[in-house]
């Protein structure tokens, strides 16, 4: 079909989605998630192509970032060859992240022996060309939105606007992964009763092979010049509601419910939980992501975040500004805790609880049931479970257990591992070096690792404890945030936080670097 800017789609109506205004709900047409009954493999192909289309990478950056999207979709529990989760999964495959994307074409760079110059260019892709599109204000439609239902979508006329969008390059990629994401939910739903209507504001030239597909799945594409989009829309008799497949997050609350936020109301959400004044929100956050996992004690909200006059009073932004913290703490996790349950699952239970604690505070006026003193050994990753049976024969700051001693009870079943009444500490010792959650497994490191410290380890609780910690040592700073967090141990001893963040540094090695049996027995 021929280019007819100012033209709208034929019809007495058309959602319009507009991915640069801030009044609006946004949404979010995610780039990595598959669309129905696409082969994960053939989706990372589009998507890859699609970056090249918009963006003309040179020959190093193209090979890298396509490694990289086959591995990040297997880190997330997909099978490239079937396209669904691996076989026994106990949760649906992830959607991975940019931030995912970037870390392992860091890593694909290596593997493929590119050069200091190869390196740095992959770098300066990432992080100079396409990080700009996620953190923007258009970044919501890639991701943090509310998520597009595209089935219902598929079934109404369309107009997609890119004019507050810098630079024909971003423009490009921002219609190329709407119109990935539609010609995917197009041939999902074959044979179709009629033919869609699209109207897109692009630099055409660069996505005609992606044109042609949405032309083939059964929509007309009108095509319409980036600088006139907004005249596409003058004529138009009635502007539908962009069709919502639910709440941008699990960790939403009430407010969410009724009536999904702005993009402004997100983007302050954003401002505000980034700031150093949330900082013991955000560390309370971690600490009962933290305590979920491990199976400890539930921490106290620390007094700096009750006496903190900077807390919003509107209902929404309170809920919203807890939804943006608890929603990073457990999704920098996701990778780790997928192998055992949908990380989904654990925001909506820790965001509950955050909720429930602030509302015995005083800071949300709502009712909520009391919080429980934990949240249950389900939550346990049975990497974390093995690392807890190891710290109790290891313990830090303790005396440490005679190999001849009887071993204390087990506190979680490890399937597998050999047990008896009467089991020595020499002989329990062994039989976690030998079991296969052993941190000697670097799979069962990476996990471990990642879980306790998020996929970026120098950042999230380590950052934080540093802005909490100013002007004391740093031996101190664990200590202070664990007294304020009411996870403190009794006496001059560590209590769990402190126990629980030490396992990086003490259990979390391969035997080549410290023997757990020899560091029991000294």
């Known amino acids: 079909m021929t280019s007819r800017p100012g033209a709208a789609p034929p019809g007495s109506d058309a959602t319009v989605i507009d991915v640069s205004e801030l009044r609006d709900i946004p949404v979010t047409v995610d780039p ?40 990040v979709y297997v880190d997330h529990g997909w099978d490239l060859a079937a396209g669904g989760a691996l076989p026994g999964a106990v949760a649906p495959p992830g959607v991975p992240r940019f931030a995912g994307l970037c870390r392992a074409a860091a890593v694909a760079a290596a593997d493929l022996g590119c050069d200091v110059a190869a390196r740095a260019a992959i770098r300066a892709f990432c992080d100079v060309t396409l990080a700009p599109l996620w953190t923007d204000q258009a ?19 369309t107009i997609f606007l890119t004019g507050g969008i810098a ?23 074959q044979p179709r009763a009629r033919r869609l209507t699209v109207v897109v504001a692009t630099p055409h030239g660069r996505l005609r092979r992606l044109l042609d597909d949405v032309r083939a799945a059964g929509a007309d594409v009108i095509l319409a ?7 596409v829309v003058k004529d138009e008799p009635a502007r ?8 941008r997050s699990a960790a939403c609350g009430l407010q969410c419910r009724q009536r999904p936020c702005t993009g402004r109301e997100l983007h302050d959400a954003d401002l505000r939980a980034a700031a150093d004044a949330q900082v013991w929100l955000r560390l309370w956050a971690q600490a009962l992501v933290l305590a979920f996992i491990t199976g400890r004690p539930l921490p106290h909200v620390p007094q700096p975040l009750l006496q903190a006059s900077h807390q919003p009073r509107d209902a929404r932004a309170r809920e919203c500004l807890l939804a943006t913290v608890v929603d990073a703490a457990v999704a920098s996790r996701a990778v780790a805790l997928r192998h055992s349950y949908h990380p989904a699952r654990l925001t909506a239970a820790v965001a509950s609880v955050a909720a429930g604690q602030l509302a015995t505070t005083g800071q949300y006026p709502a009712a909520a049931q009391p919080s429980p003193p934990r949240a249950g050994q389900f939550w346990v990753i049975p990497q974390l479970r093995w690392l807890h049976e190891a710290e109790r024969l290891h313990p830090l700051a303790h005396h440490q257990l005679d190999p001849g001693d009887v071993a204390p009870p087990l506190d979680f079943g490890l399937t597998g591992l050999v047990d008896w009444p009467g089991i020595t500490v020499a002989d329990r010792l062994a039989g976690l070096n030998r079991h296969r959650l052993s941190m000697d497994h670097e799979p069962n490191r990476a996990i471990a690792t990642t879980a306790l410290l998020g996929a970026e380890p120098g950042k999230g609780i380590a950052a934080d404890l540093v802005i909490v910690g100013i002007g004391r040592d740093q031996s101190e ?27 990086p540094g003490r259990l979390i090695v391969s035997s080549g670097e410290q023997d757990l049996c020899q560091a029991a027995t000294g």
């Open 167 to 189: 630079g024909e390059e971003a423009a490009a990629f921002f219609t190329g992964v709407f119109l990935l994401r539609l010609a995917g939910q197009l041939r999902a739903q």
């Open 225 to 231: 010049r980036p600088d006139e989009d907004r005249d």
């Open 139 to 157: 970044g919501r439609f890639l991701a943090g939105g509310h998520p597009v239902d595209l089935a219902a979508l598929s079934d109404a006329n």
């Open 477 to 503: 700073r664990l200590r202070y945030a664990a007294r304020m967090l009411g996870t403190a141990g009794h006496g001059a001893g560590p209590g769990w936080l402190e126990v629980v963040l030490s396992w």
């Open 32 to 71: 990595f998630e598959p669309s129905p009954g696409c082969p994960v493999q053939a989706h990372a192909e589009r998507l890859a192509e699609l970056l090249e289309a918009a963006f003309h990478p040179s020959g190093p950056v193209r090979a890298a970032i396509r490694l990289a999207l086959r591995r």
């Open 240 to 247: 539908v509601q962009v069709p919502l497949l639910g709440r």
